[in-house]
């Protein structure tokens, strides 16, 4: 290794400035007529403890440079390669903070590859090597030369290179390191993965090529006129042929033209011709203002219905393939989001373009975050207050807005995430706005907003955000900055939290943003887990998450908290977002029949969308057909009504559903996608008649009440006709924390989880106080209580005798200074593991709790048991249909086991193990079947709220001690 004395200047890894060499940033574009070639593929690779520890011959051209090293997929990094370990940390960083210094360990990865340029390779003009994404320091060389070095991982790098290329046997050599000084820069809450996660691109500069570009493509709603001017650092000419347009660089075009949204992402190709070079242009016409406080776009408020996505694929890490940046958007299409914040770094650029082409709005947030010094006294050493940062910060902000400015899907622009405040923040913002003032600026992590045009939050409580759209919100000190802010739009840049089961509260957000014009909605924390899959020993796959690749410090499953599951299967929390933010919302009065049909967008009419009603009892279809909805404008709705009753003696539940699906394939999903539905139910089911039962009397050691057994000493239920029953009902109040129960450890509000947890209401005793047999009933009274606690729950079950049936009702009576909330409040029973399959008639197909349950369908379901889990990669409580009116649980051969909801509809789950169990299980491979199917009836759930960062359940969702009383039937069916 060699030394370095301790006055010589630092090494550039060290170095404050953002690098050497390259070429100033410009327009990105995803083709021209000029030749390139991709040097994405296998290359040779060595991986050094530091960064100084290996010798630079593999920059030359003797292949005996690379004997013995390893090969490496690029793009990629290399901890998901075999080479090394990935490591989560949230905030912190996971070195010593000492700006601009990095450990002496510091993974140092060498890549090389040769390439010959293909036959024909154009040797006039100029040849540019292009980065697009290496993390988080590169040195470069081509054949031998040294081309310079770079920080800024998620932003592009380019080198003139013509001079060096010959036609074969190309040495590219990049030394990439883990750590530099634009590490203290990238504090994102994200796996650490070094590497080149990007593609490498060889790009052919035609003389006369057009150089840097930018579109400027208004559109005036007042006329309906788009604006079209391109500046173009090489002069030249701009075609849009569809719009007859043949004009110079530099010179305005007005005409009418249809403008580009979200909603309707119409795009027109153009082409920008210089004397070298073609260059597709793919151009939006539309225009972002902030008007009397409110962000418009081409005249009209928007609601942002959006997602903060992380580039996360569970084996590629950052390293998206096109494939899946065009799943991510299909998925967010499909699922009614219509806005993405970049969190926290500029995406591939790949992923704007399928932005503009298929509709989202974005906020493009650039690759910046310093939140580590959060922990040290008033931000001490923040890289956004030290001026030696400067240049670095603004380099950042150029190279995203140079990359993207010609992106209409692009509305916003963000100068990164948690830096706290510093001047560095407002250069950013300064050199910005001069350079793009057609685009609002977004900062969130400065309370007086000084650097925003938005004022933006993050997890504030529904109470909050109601005070700030009434412009009402506490005032800061300076009253000129409060005057900016309170005249400023709302966002919240991130809110519910999607860490395992949740969020709650959803629905009570959009409430918000529909009231309050300043709410314009607001970005789900965020889009998917990032879990790494993982093998235990036996073989069992799981996905791991911080902790888990032995990292010193890091934070643990907070790495998973996003809508999707790490494979990109939707959670029942991404099932909630897409029901709560519709488009059209739809639903019925039972007094009048009539559906009301609202058209909740903000351009679109609903043209696109055809209407249709269905009629099912107890979740059989009777009738069903087209519901004729007038083409309503944004923001308008109408009355519409449904078709008479089809008469039907079948006995059940009535239900209508009514459904808006797409009339016709779109780009993002065919022809009868569903988008909106809405339910309304015609009639519940008639209770069965009220037989009088038998007494229950004594038989030996047994109590007999009609067609059942009950043991005579303890008077558990042993069996039902033919059904036996291992594990009778009891009280059973625990569920296995979710991660929104035990909250943040920061937080000062109470943390349920961790109360209910002390309390000991995991350790329930039951003391059996009494069997009683009544004329008509047997009546078990028992007092559920924790040890070492005065509180206990009073609960006595009566049991009657209906024809084969019995009925059970419970009652709970709270005794002592209950101080805490309870879990929940229902029965818990276990039948043997055959009974491995499930109907019921109840909310589903998927799991829903209190305020998590907007997007449950009434109608019957079947499905095994183990298909009733959702697969939180912490596991935690999961799985309960809500509004059940009645389940089967069955077993191949002899009776099932129904239950029917009496007065009540009751949560159902039904897992292979215990509450208990899954509670002390880390990952999804500690979940192991036991010889039981555990099945909770429950009458009550706690919400679930957000708590594992935001607020938790608001208060009407609290499950609070109070006598409870519910009933089911039992029988063996
Ligand atoms: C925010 C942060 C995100 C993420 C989230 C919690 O504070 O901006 O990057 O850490 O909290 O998951």
């Given at each position: 290794m060699q030394t370095r004395p301790e006055d010589a200047q630092l090494p550039y890894y060290e170095d404050f400035s953002p690098g050497t060499g390259s070429l100033p940033p410009r327009a990105w574009y995803p083709s021209s007529d000029a030749a390139r070639l991709s040097l994405n593929g296998t290359w040779d690779f060595r991986l050094s403890p530091t960064a100084e520890g290996a010798d630079t011959a593999f920059s030359g051209d003797d292949p005996a440079a690379t004997a013995g090293w390893d090969q490496l997929a690029v793009p990629g990094h290399w901890v998901l390669q075999g080479h090394g370990e990935p490591a989560y940390t949230n905030v912190r960083y996971p070195f010593p903070v000492d700006p601009p210094h990095v450990p002496t360990e510091n993974p140092t990865g060498d890549h090389r590859r040769v390439f010959d340029l293909p036959e024909g390779w154009p040797t006039d003009g100029e040849t540019v090597l292009r980065f697009d994404g290496v993390e988080s320091c590169a040195r470069v060389w081509l054949n031998g030369q040294e081309l310079g070095t770079f920080q800024g991982s998620r932003l592009p790098h380019e080198f003139a290179v013509g001079h060096l290329l010959r036609p074969a046997g190309n040495v590219l050599a990049v030394r990439v390191h883990q750590w530099s000084a634009g590490s203290y820069l990238e504090d994102q809450d994200m796996w650490w993965l070094p590497g080149i996660f990007r593609d490498v691109t060889l790009l052919h500069r035609p003389v006369g090529s057009a150089a840097d570009f930018f579109t400027h493509a208004g559109y005036d709603h007042t006329t309906g006129e788009g604006v079209l001017r391109v500046d173009s650092e090489v002069p030249g000419r701009v075609l849009v042929p569809e719009l007859g347009l043949d004009l110079a660089t530099g010179e305005e075009a007005r005409l009418p033209v249809e403008p580009w949204t979200a909603e309707t992402p119409r795009l027109y190709a153009g082409e920008l011709v210089t004397a070298g070079e073609r260059v597709a242009l793919r151009i939006g016409f539309r225009t972002v203002r902030i008007e009397d406080g409110v962000l418009k776009v081409n005249g009209r408020r928007i609601l942002f219905r959006g997602v903060n996505r992380h580039e996360f694929h569970p084996e590629r890490g950052r390293a998206l393939t096109s494939e899946t940046m065009r799943e991510d958007v299909l998925l967010m299409k499909r699922n009614n989001v219509n806005a993405v914040r970049t969190s926290h770094y500029p995406p591939h650029p790949a992923f704007l373009q399928l932005c503009d082409e298929l509709g989202l709005w974005v906020i493009d947030e650039c690759d910046l975050e310093t939140h580590g010094f959060v922990d040290f006294e008033d931000w001490r050493g923040n890289p956004v207050a030290d001026e030696r940062f400067t240049p670095a910060l603004l380099d950042r902000a150029e190279r995203m807005v140079e990359r993207?400015?010609?992106?209409?899907?692009?509305v916003i622009w963000s100068l990164g995430n948690e830096c706290g405040a510093g001047d560095g923040l407002t250069a950013m913002a300064d050199w910005i706005r001069a350079r793009d003032p057609e685009r609002p600026i977004h900062y969130e992590n400065d309370r007086t907003s000084r650097d925003s045009d938005i004022y933006s939050r993050m997890y504030a409580s529904h109470a909050e955000v109601e005070l700030i759209g009434q412009r009402a919100e506490e005032a800061l000190d300076d009253p000129e900055l409060d005057a900016h802010r309170r005249a400023s739009p709302f966002l919240l840049c991130e809110y519910a939290h999607a860490m395992g089961n949740g969020p709650g509260g959803l629905t009570e957000y959009q409430r918000l943003f529909r009231e309050y014009e300043r709410c314009q909605g607001g970005f789900v924390w965020e889009w998917i887990d990032h879990g790494l899959p993982k093998v235990t020993a036996d073989g069992v796959p799981y996905f791991g998450y911080g902790g888990d690749f032995g990292e010193e410090l890091h934070d643990g499953n907070f790495v998973c908290d996003g809508l999707l599951f790490p494979d990109r299967t939707p959670s029942p929390g991404m099932t909630e977002f897409r029901k709560v933010i519709e488009p059209v919302l739809l639903t019925a009065d039972p007094e009048t029949g009539l559906v009301t049909v609202t058209n909740d967008q903000d351009f679109a009419d609903l043209s696109a969308l055809a209407f249709e009603w269905a009629y099912e009892v107890d979740g059989e279809s009777v009738a069903g057909g087209p519901l004729t909805v007038p083409p309503l404008g944004p923001g308008e709705s109408a009355r519409v009504p449904l078709p008479g009753r089809p008469g039907t003696d079948r006995p059940g539940t009535a239900v209508w559903t009514f459904r808006a699906v797409l009339a016709d394939d779109t780009a993002w999903a065919p022809r009868g996608h569903l988008v909106a539905w809405g339910q309304l139910v015609a009639a519940e089911a008639a209770a069965p008649p009220a037989v009088a039962g038998p007494a229950p009397r004594r038989a030996g050691d047994v109590i007999e009440l009609g067609a059942a057994v009950f043991d005579g000493t303890t008077g558990a239920l042993l069996r039902l006709g033919d059904l036996a029953l291992p594990h009778a009902p009891r009280l059973d109040v625990w569920r296995a924390p979710t991660d929104n129960d035990l909250g943040a450890a920061w937080q000062t509000e109470d943390r349920h989880g961790e109360l209910w947890r002390a309390l000991g209401l995991h350790r329930m005793r039951h003391r059996l106080a009494g069997v009683e047999l009544g004329e008509r009933a047997l009546t078990v009274r028992t007092r559920v209580a924790p040890a070492a606690a005065e509180v206990g729950l009073a609960t006595s079950y009566t049991w009657q005798a209906e024809g084969d049936a019995l009925v059970l009702r419970v009652s709970v009576l709270p005794d002592g200074p209950w101080r805490t909330t309870l879990p929940k409040v229902g029965l818990r029973l276990g039948l043997p593991a055959e009974f491995g399959s499930v109907t019921w008639f109840g909310g589903g197909p998927g799991e829903a709790y209190p305020d998590t349950r907007r997007a449950s369908v009434l109608g019957r379901y079947r499905s095994s048991v183990d298909a009733l889990q959702t697969p939180y990669v912490r596991p935690q409580e999961n799985g309960a249909r809500a509004d059940v009116r009645w389940v089967e649980l069955r077993a191949d051969s002899g009776p099932a086991l129904r239950v029917d909801a009496v007065d009540e509809p009751f949560y159902l789950t039904a897992r292979r193990w215990t509450s208990e169990h899954l509670d002390a299980a880390e990952h999804t491979s500690d979940l192991v079947p036991s010889d039981t199917v555990w099945v909770n009836l429950d009458h009550a759930q706690h919400g679930i709220g957000s708590q594992s960062c935001g607020p938790g359940p608001l208060p009407e969702y609290h499950l609070r001690p109070r006598a409870f009383h519910f009933a089911l039937r039992l029988s063996a069916a």
């Open positions: 993207d400015k010609n992106h209409p899907s692009v």
